[in-house]
């Protein structure tokens, strides 16, 4: 009962402290102050979490031991605030399953646990709510655009998710893993001389190179081909509107709509041929905005990630030749994956020793079968 009680007291610890975090990142002052009143509820289990220890003569440890780690701060601080809300609502998820699963055999102390799991999976659908836009009613007032503005603002995350962030941490893990492999095969085949100098900084430039080149025509060509199907759009809205609009009702009818329901909504966008066109737009496409990628953004973040995590490997051939230099690449390669392996874990939220070593263990991989290979060949 005693380890049941602390780990209930040591979760409501970190989740206060965690929407503290998430409340003074989060733009909306209305969800803001959601994750405050949520923070305020897991303060007011821990007081009484604390009640009852004493009761039972179990001692109460210094807060400052179960905060969170500096790690997990970064990830609070630095990872986008709907995954951090998604994550917390699947921790609460976790408490009150653990309360429900292992009772102390106390009766006092399981109705207070009892209690506390009711207001966490509360916590969840408050959670919940927050991450589907549902706002406080002192929001509600505005209209539909500034409403729909206030989401969008800060829904941020799922566009930085397909812009420059996950690109450069691609990019580093490309160039990190090409260029090791370049160098481990060079280094196998030539026993460690200058050639795998050489050889590994013609491979960091190509690879940044080309990584930066592709990201760019990939995001280019994507914008043009989106162009090009929203003015081909646009003019079947304007040549055959009757039909796009019987499309657009059948799309709505797949969403749950009557025929009824979703005929009138229809009729009552082709009011502006403008409207009537994005609708569509988005049912079709996804959208009427044709440059959703960022080429030079894209290209950037690629090709210099890419260069930063291709010249690793490289650095110690400028100083080390022979053995001692193979082993030093090797070791400084793999430590880099690691760290590379973490830096996902700031925006997954994973753990950043199970991404670290996940991504070592690739690195391994890369390294010893490149190296095989230009032992054979050497």
Request: proline share 4%; glycine share 10%; charged share 25%.
């Amino acid at each position: 009962m005693r380890e049941r009680l602390l780990d209930a007291w040591r979760d409501e610890v970190q989740a206060t402290v965690v929407y503290g975090l998430i409340a003074d990142r989060e733009g909306d002052p209305q969800r803001a102050a959601v994750l405050r009143r949520l923070a305020e509820v897991e303060t007011s289990h821990r007081a009484r979490l604390e009640a009852r220890m004493r009761e039972l003569g179990i001692e109460i440890p210094d807060p400052a031991s179960v905060s969170l780690s500096l790690w997990q701060r970064l990830q609070a601080r630095v990872a986008p605030v709907e995954r951090l809300i998604a994550h917390q609502e699947s921790m609460e998820l976790e408490i009150a399953a653990q309360i429900e699963e292992q009772p102390t055999g106390d009766a006092l102390t399981d109705s207070l646990l009892e209690q506390i799991k009711v207001e966490e999976e509360q916590h969840t659908e408050a959670l919940g709510n927050l991450r589907a836009g549902r706002i406080a009613p002192a929001a509600q007032g505005d209209g539909p655009a500034k409403r729909l503005e206030r989401i969008l603002k800060r829904e941020t995350w799922h566009r930085d998710a397909a812009g420059w962030i996950p690109g450069a941490i691609y990019g580093a893990n490309d160039g990190l893993a090409a260029v090791f492999g370049i160098v481990a095969g060079v280094s196998g085949a030539t026993g460690g001389t200058h050639v795998v100098l050489t050889a590994g900084l013609f491979g960091a430039i190509a690879s940044a190179l080309s990584m930066a080149t592709g990201a760019f025509l990939a995001e280019r060509s994507t914008n043009e081909v989106a162009a090009k199907n929203l003015a081909r759009e646009r003019e079947e809205v304007a040549r055959h509107p009757e039909e796009e609009k019987e499309e657009l009702a059948l799309y709505y009818q797949l969403k749950g709509l009557t025929v009824e329901e979703s005929r009138a909504v229809v009729e009552r966008i082709a009011q502006d041929p403008e409207q009537l066109f994005r609708a569509i737009a988005t049912e079709e496409l996804g959208g009427a905005d044709p440059e959703h990628g960022k080429p030079v953004q894209a290209a950037l973040a690629g090709g210099i990630s890419t260069a930063f995590g291709a010249i690793i490997p490289v650095i110690p051939f400028f100083w080390l030749r022979g053995d001692t230099g193979i082993v030093v690449a090797a070791a400084v390669s793999l430590v880099a994956h690691f760290g590379v392996g973490a830096a996902k874990s700031i925006f997954t939220l994973r753990s950043a020793w199970s991404a670290g070593i996940e991504m070592t263990f690739a690195g391994l991989l890369v390294g010893g079968a490149t190296y095989l290979a230009g032992l054979a060949i050497g």
